[in-house]
């Protein structure tokens, strides 16, 4: 109500700075007493099972980085967790909630093992038809959710997630189905519902160093980081979707039509999540079979990747390693006697912890705009 | 209103506020306001928006606490901290049609915000009651979505008399009305107040309606209270200085703080002989419905003319949203056509009213205006990025530039083109909708509620701009629910009523009362011109 | 396919598939009236998968310690209640989005319940069946509706309950504002977000108490997969019923039916794809819900976050 004529940030005020500066601390010390209040819980539940958390940490430690070959490991999960993390965040960004990624993934997987195991070619050319039709098809899988939203009205968050438990069902379909991708080996392992491995020359390079291994995957994913980053940043695309995403009219309004654009967003993110789910099993996942438990989870939490990055695609890489360093690291906890679920009890308390001081600053700064805006309620 | 200031002395004061002041981080919005309503009395609050009535009045009611001041109720001192509480204390207040909840129905509107477990016959009783007791005619079990806004207001009035208020505060009661609507809700003020003794507060920016209506006056500004006058010996140039500050001399000056319609028509006129020309913005009949099969346009035609200002009349709720969004392309027309130049322009399609020339100074400019969260320069660009862009990638200092300079010409106060554009006032951040839209060169300018809830000299400002863009050959399209702005602003005004336009005029031949019964939807009054 | 339709024909005529349907749907409709009334209120409740889970596993906790099925069902409605707090709490206080933090509530449960249940491994009973006199005599229905589990029957007084509280009390009045206009109701001196919080809790009381019944009412026995994505459809419900309470039943039994539907055919000796009986219910829910979405006119305000000042 009142004009405020000059903003206050003008005013070269010293109190004012002194203010920032106490804000910043306040900032700081509330992000340490969440992350310090998730990590003690976890710590509690860990001294529940008679355990010590020093210990559990070690083990973490060890499984993620220290013992031999397991960094190499922890990039390997961390590859496929930061490219579904960067389709949620150009989801977010056009404001569309896509949780449907464990299932996106599984449907790039399932394209990559059609190509990989039905079609004959040269190893390169399959290779990346594979990762090119596991793009589309989960892609294509999260437009689904796109066009019963922008036709119907279908919540988005509803609908991929609903489209995760068909995703279940239609892998296990195609893996215990003789004429779709099922096994036909007499000799393949047990009677294991599986597709036949990718054939050796459909397998992603593998990078050799320091002892370690990994699959080109992460270097892939890293670029597409970088590359996402610029895309939403510094072009006339990302503008468009982030328009879209504060405000759909006013989108509508100059040329950006929520339908087209949104269901681009959509598709995007799908086909990341479908590109991780194809680059898991060129890369080596499950042996290189595409079977029912394939995501194993990767899906879910490469989107607590994006959450825990704030949708910022960079700040995504290290979250990404964070949380494939708990997953590796946890297949170490056996010797410690604590069940390696403890893992995903801690991924989730963080983000929950994570979620608080943003939020706390933010009714701050509402409450401080409000001041300054008369309360112009 | 008539002089029923008693024979016997002053009545009694009801309610005396002293010292009342209020800080909003840097901002002091009430500074040591004294004020006083006695019983029996309509007591106008006269102020620019912002000038710390309607804070003054949220103090009142419960909707702000105050840093500093003493109240008194019936010379008791008190606290007030909620509406609720205010309304124990016999405070009530009549909002402005935002307190009512669409989907519910009436009674159960009147319901909301008391206490104790609801009761469907009392409260449906007292409804009735209250409405044949003061002439408000509604029906309690009508859900409030299918209401006129004059009968919402009726709604917003029993749910303030359910509590038997002893003292009743209505903000810009009038603004939503038709003015037959006005002079209903002033006849049932002023019974109020001569049979239960009512202290009524109006507050208004509108010096006509202050004039007429109240007994006493008390004129804020920048916080303050800079005269307290009774109404019989007061005229309107010195109230007018009083309220503002200065003399105001523009049109849109007058108009901004509600000089009578007639005294704004008087003054300087402008007259446009585009007749001759082909219409630039042209609507055929237009026809829409709401998805629940409402009518929102109803075979609306208008058209504008290069270098003319049309002002769409009409009251809120008739149609001027559904026009406002079909032009910005939210919204596909079932029937009808919008051409510009006479080319057909497909309705609903992103971008394509833009693309055509059309812009739109929405009325609600966070919802449709600009993007808050964005930075002024992307606020700026936002129509003209793909030009700020080379093989798609954005050109950050053409950007920049043109921020900057349109920061410049149209004033706007900012630290920086950078800034969120959330952080700025509701003035700058009108000024920079008004600043993108006249970026592109546009062909048609269609403004809708522009100057809601403005100072007067942003008011001022936007009205200038409206009229040199006119002056500069283009089409502007003014849609607004203030007489006074469409007098003051307009060549030709037309007037819109249950989706259609029922009544046309030039501002020459304006009849204030003609107008009026145009705006009731009375078409009789069409025929007999 | 003429095999196929005589198959889905002599199901649809075994009065067993509707018991299994009121069970599998009454679990739904637990969470979808707690859910109904969170979304009438302005939010989709998404954490209702969560407070599921988390009621079902505290149900099986607390019925291990105390050998007693009515405190077994307390627990249950204790752990949903938690979920709820998290969520209403994180999302209309600190107003946190409200899909980041169900999702991350539902991973959280997730975790917790799997851990837990590793290290504590809850034995549990099912509770007897109480067949209602005369009433389990009606044929067809009357087996199916009172021939269950004795928890079963705590959900038809919950239903009437939640029509008497969302549309006969001042709680409920202000509920179904709140998610209509949010602004209106601030200014007409309601707490929105509390109003939002407590709708929030009732979901997750109701959808604790589903999760309980699931483990002591219906299975007999807990598994962290037990919930799998049920909450979802019963969030799918309220939207088949268009946010009106019968709709909403209606929508969980219609669930429950597809569901029973999907375990009877084995049962009965039929061939069907399995994993296509068990996409069903999900593909049922999309397609019902593509159908029927726009039929209906949501709160208004649905889904939209209330911070004052901010639209």
Redesign the interface.
């Known amino acids: ?10 005013i070269p005020d010293p109190e004012m700075a002194d203010q920032r500066w106490r804000s910043v601390l306040e900032m700081a010390s509330l992000y340490v007493l969440s992350i310090g209040g998730a990590l003690f819980i976890s710590a509690l ?1 860990v001294a ?2 008679g355990s010590s958390w020093q210990k559990v940490f070690g083990a973490l430690l060890d499984g993620a980085f220290l013992a031999p070959g397991r960094w190499g490991e922890t990039l390997t999960v961390a590859a496929p967790m930061l490219l579904v993390a960067l389709g949620m965040v150009i989801g977010v960004k056009a404001g569309l ?1 896509n ?1 449907g990624q464990e299932g996106q993934l599984l449907m790039g997987a399932m394209a990559m093992a059609f190509v990989g195991t039905k079609l004959d070619g040269p190893g390169v050319l399959l290779l990346i038809g594979g990762l090119a039709l596991g793009m589309i098809a989960g892609g294509g899988y999260a437009a689904l959710a796109a066009v ?1 939203r922008f ?5 988005e ?3 991929t ?6 995703a279940f ?2 892998i ?2 195609a893996v ?1 189905t003789d004429w779709v991708l099922r096994d036909l080996d007499p000799n393949r392992p047990s009677r294991a519902s599986t597709s036949a491995p990718l054939p050796d020359d459909v397998h992603l390079p593998i990078v050799h160093i320091f002892g370690n291994e990994f699959p080109i995957g992460i270097i892939v994913a890293l670029l597409l980081a970088g590359f996402v980053a610029f895309m939403l940043g ?4 990302g ?2 979707i ?2 879209l995403g ?2 759909p ?10 339908s ?1 654009m949104g269901t681009w967003a959509l598709f995007l993110s799908g086909a990341f999540a479908g590109l991780a789910g194809a680059v898991m099993l060129a890369g080596g996942g499950s042996s290189y079979r595409l079977t029912p438990g394939f995501s194993t989870n990767i899906g ?1 939490q490469g ?2 990747v994006a ?1 825990l990055a704030q949708s910022r695609p960079l700040v995504a890489i290290p979250m990404a390693v964070l949380f494939a360093s708990l997953r590796t690291g946890a297949s170490f906890l056996a010797a410690t006697g604590v ?1 390696r ?5 801690v ?3 963080l ?2 912890a994570l ?2 001081p943003p ?2 600053q ?2 701050r700064e ?1 409450r ?10 | 209103m008539d002089g029923h200031n008693m024979t016997s002395g002053e009545p009694p004061i009801l309610l005396e506020l002293r010292g009342m002041t209020k ?5 002091i ?1 009430c500074d040591d306001v004294a004020f006083s309503l006695r019983r029996g009395e309509i007591h106008g609050v006269l102020g620019e ?2 000038a ?1 009535k ?2 003054l009045m ?1 103090m009142l009611i419960g ?2 606490l105050p840093d500093g001041g003493t109240i008194r109720m019936d010379g008791e001192p008190c606290r007030i901290v909620d509406p609720i509480q205010a309304a124990s204390l016999g405070i009530g207040m009549v909002h402005q049609h935002y307190s009512l909840v669409d989907a519910l129905t009436v009674w159960e509107n009147v319901a909301l915000g008391e206490k104790g477990s609801l009761a469907r016959e009392t409260t449906r009783d007292r409804v009735v009651g209250i409405s044949q007791r003061y002439g408000l005619e509604v029906d309690p079990d009508a859900p409030v979505r299918d209401l006129t806004a004059g009968l919402r207001q009726r709604v917003e009035i029993i749910k303030c008399l359910r509590h038997e208020p002893r003292i009743l505060i209505l903000d810009e009661p009038t603004s939503v009305l038709t003015p037959e609507e006005s002079e209903q809700l002033f006849e049932v003020l002023g019974e109020g107040v001569r049979r239960e003794g009512w202290a009524v507060a109006l507050v208004s920016h509108k010096l006509d309606e202050v004039l007429q209506a109240t007994d006493r006056i008390t004129i804020m500004r920048d ?1 303050r209270v800079v005269e307290q006058v009774v109404t019989a010996e007061a005229d309107a140039s010195s109230l007018a200085r009083a309220m503002v500050g200065r003399p105001v001399t523009l049109r849109a000056g007058a108009a901004a703080i509600g000089g009578s319609v007639e005294q704004i028509v008087a003054g300087p006129g402008h007259e446009v002989s585009s007749d001759g020309r082909p219409p630039l913005l042209e609507i055929a009949d237009a026809t829409l419905r709401a998805p629940d099969g409402a009518v929102l346009l109803d075979g609306l035609s208008l058209e504008v003319r290069p270098g003319e200002i049309v002002g769409v009349a009409g009251v809120e709720g008739n149609g001027q949203t559904p026009i406002s969004r079909v032009l ?3 919204l596909t027309l079932d029937a009808g056509r919008v051409m510009v130049e006479g080319a057909p322009i497909p309705t609903g ?7 055509a020339g059309i812009v ?1 100074i929405p009325a609600d400019r966070h ?5 808050p ?2 930075s002024v320069a ?1 606020n700026l660009a ?2 003209s ?2 030009k700020m ?1 080379t093989r ?3 050109r ?1 200092d053409e950007i920049n530039a043109h921020a900057l300079r349109l920061i410049d010409e149209f004033d706007i ?3 920086s083109p950078d ?1 969120l554009l ?6 700058n951040q009108q000024r920079v909708v008004l600043a993108r839209a006249m970026s592109v060169d546009p062909k048609v300018l269609v403004a809708h509620q522009p100057t809601r ?3 007067v ?2 008011i001022e400002y936007i009205g200038e701009r409206l009229r040199a863009a006119a002056d500069g050959g283009i089409g502007v399209l003014l849609i607004s629910t203030d007489l006074g702005e469409i007098a003051a602003l307009t060549d030709r005004i037309v007037v819109i009523y249950r989706g259609a336009i029922i009544g046309e005029m030039a501002r020459s031949e304006l009849d204030i009362e003609h107008l009026g019964l145009l705006l009731g939807g009375s078409v009789e009054a069409e025929g007999a011109a | 396919m003429g095999d196929f339709f005589s198959a889905v024909a002599d199901i649809f005529s075994s009065p067993t598939i509707y018991g299994s349907a009121v069970r599998l749907g009454g679990f739904i409709a637990f969470a979808a009236l707690g859910e109904l009334v969170a979304e009438k209120a302005g939010t ?1 409740n ?1 954490s209702v998968e969560g407070s599921l889970l988390a009621g079902a596993f505290t149900g099986a906790i607390g019925y291990d310690l105390t050998r007693s099925v009515p405190l077994g069902l307390v627990a249950g409605i204790f752990g949903g209640l938690l979920v709820a707090l ?1 969520q209403a709490n ?1 999302s209309h206080r ?3 989005d409200q ?3 169900g ?3 539902n ?2 449960v ?3 319940a ?2 837990l249940n ?2 504590l491994d809850p034995v549990v009973r099912r509770a007897s069946v109480l067949e209602i006199p005369v009433l389990s005599d009606i044929p067809l229905i009357g087996p199916a509706l009172f021939g269950q589990t004795w928890p079963t029957y705590l959900l038809y007084p919950l239903v009437p309950l939640t029509w008497w509280l969302l549309y006969k009390t001042r709680w409920g009045l202000e509920v179904r504002a709140v998610g209509e206009n949010p602004q209106a109701s ?1 200014v007409s001196g309601i707490d929105v977000n509390k109003r939002r919080r407590q709708a929030i809790y009732y979901g997750g009381i109701l959808a604790g108490l589903g999760g309980a019944f699931l483990v002591l009412g219906q299975i007999g026995s807990f598994d962290t997969a037990a919930v ?2 049920r909450g ?2 019963a ?2 419900a309220v ?1 088949f019923g268009g946010w009106t309470l019968f709709g909403t039943v209606l929508g969980a039994l219609v669930f429950g039916l597809a569901d029973a539907f999907r375990l009877a055919v084995p049962v009965l000796g039929y061939h069907l ?4 009986l ?2 069903l219910p ?2 049922l ?2 397609v019902v ?3 029927i ?2 039929q209906f006119r949501q709160p208004a305000a649905l ?1 939209r976050p209330f ?4 639209r």
């Open positions: 109500m009142s004009e405020l004529k000059a903003p206050p940030q003008q539940l529940m099972t909630f949780i019963m036709r119907r009205g279908v919540p968050v509803i609908s997630l609903l489209l995760v438990f068909i069902q239609i296990g379909f215990t510094r072009t006339l695309w503008f468009r982030r328009l504060h405000n009219r006013v989108a509508q309004k100059t040329g950006v039509a929520a087209r879910w989107l607590l959450l069940d679920k403890i893992v995903d009890i991924q989730g308390l983000v929950l979620l608080i939020a706390v933010f009714i509402r401080r705009a409000l001041s300054a805006a008369g309360e112009e309620a | 800080r909003y981080g840097p901002v919005a928006n912002g710390g309607s804070t949220k909707l702000a916080g910005s392309s939210l399609k992103a971008g394509a009213m833009a693309a739109v919802a449709s205006g600009c993007v969260e964005m992307e936002l129509s990025m793909p862009a798609g990638i954005l950050r106060h900012v630290s800034a959330g952080e700025l006032s509701g003035g809830g403005l100072d000299g942003a | 989709i998404i998290i994180m600190l107003t946190a899909f980041v933090v999702l991350t509530a991973v959280l997730l975790g917790l799997g851990f590793a290290n601030d799998g994505g979802f459809i969030i799918a939207y794809n399995a994993q296509m068990a996409a999900y593909v829910t999309l819900m593509y159908a979405t726009k889904s911070i004052r000042g901010l």
